[in-house]
């Protein structure tokens, strides 16, 4: 019992109503954040595949596409593309008497999706890790020192006494989702635990090799090449302790630019040493704006930073954010304000 309670935010009351909510076939939506990542989307293709077993009638509605090195998960086929689909997600969402909203905590991360939830009847259950949630659900299960929403996803099928129902499909969505938003394995959530989750995962069918290359090893040669325009123009500041990078629109179309290319590049910042603080602006000119992505090392949070000056937030170490300015103006504004935190960087 002690070590079921190190692990658990979701108190007895919320199992026993999610249970009760689950106790006849409903029609469900799952939705996950904007621009989804592997976390989410492997977290809602899990989901969905347990309801789906257990007789419910559910769908994924994502608010917009998400890469391609996700589709090839088991379901992903399947996914409504909110900006694609209007009107079916919208009766599914009306319909619905449930929505899950996974890996995120407040429903403005849904973009245009939000003003859909905001008039949805059905209850709502979160599941996520990212700090600061927002109070709009029946039951919230919120866990920050969580690796990822899929492990919270893989301690949710165990409160309802279903650890049993997790088959191969389950499990290599969930394998997928806590690979990537753990950097395979490194980042400082990944507890003892994650690795037990994880290793369960193997034993109940997923290929961790065969997931890790669908992954990671599908490069084409103009991603590549825009990794290298995103490293040359890679600017270090010592004094902070901090390396950024940008990419315009011009930069993106010069190199095929498709969704999800530039996915693990801020990461590269962090790979110097001495740097704790690494940023990558990239333009996005049909939304008019610059999406941020911050990384950091160490105790300085990107969290903070990202909510207190780019309307952004996240975890300690992983954040976003986004600016209306120009990239000139928003990189200029990021070293104005670089300075309130020298002294907190240089520790
Ligand atoms: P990324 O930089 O990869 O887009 O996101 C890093 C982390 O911050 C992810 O966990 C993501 O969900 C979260 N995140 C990204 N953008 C935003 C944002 O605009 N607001 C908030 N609250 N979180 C964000
Ligand atoms: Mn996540």
Known sequence: MLYYCIFTRMNLEDITTVKSLLSSPQNIVIVPHKNPDGDAIGSCLALLHFLQQKGHF?????????????????????????????????????????IFTLDFNDLSRTGTLENCLLEAKGDF???DHHQQPSDYAKVTYSDVSMSSTCEMVYNFFEFLGDSEEITKPIATALYAGIMTDTGSFKYRSTSSRTHRVVADLIDKGADNMEIHRKVFDTNSPSRLHLLGVALKNMVILEEFKTAYITLNQNELDDNDFKKGDTEGFVNYGLTLEGIVFAVIFIENREEGIIKMSFRSVGDFSVNEFARAHFKGGGHTNAAGGRSEQSMEATVKKFKSVLNQYKTQLSL
């Open 58 to 98: 559910a769908t994924i509605v994502s608010p917009n596409d998400y890469p391609k090195f996700l589709k090839w998960m088991p379901g992903s086929k399947d996914i409504l593309n909110y900006e694609k689909e209007k009107n079916n997600s919208q009766t599914l969402i009306r319909e619905a008497s449930l």
């Open 125 to 127: 259950i979160m599941i």
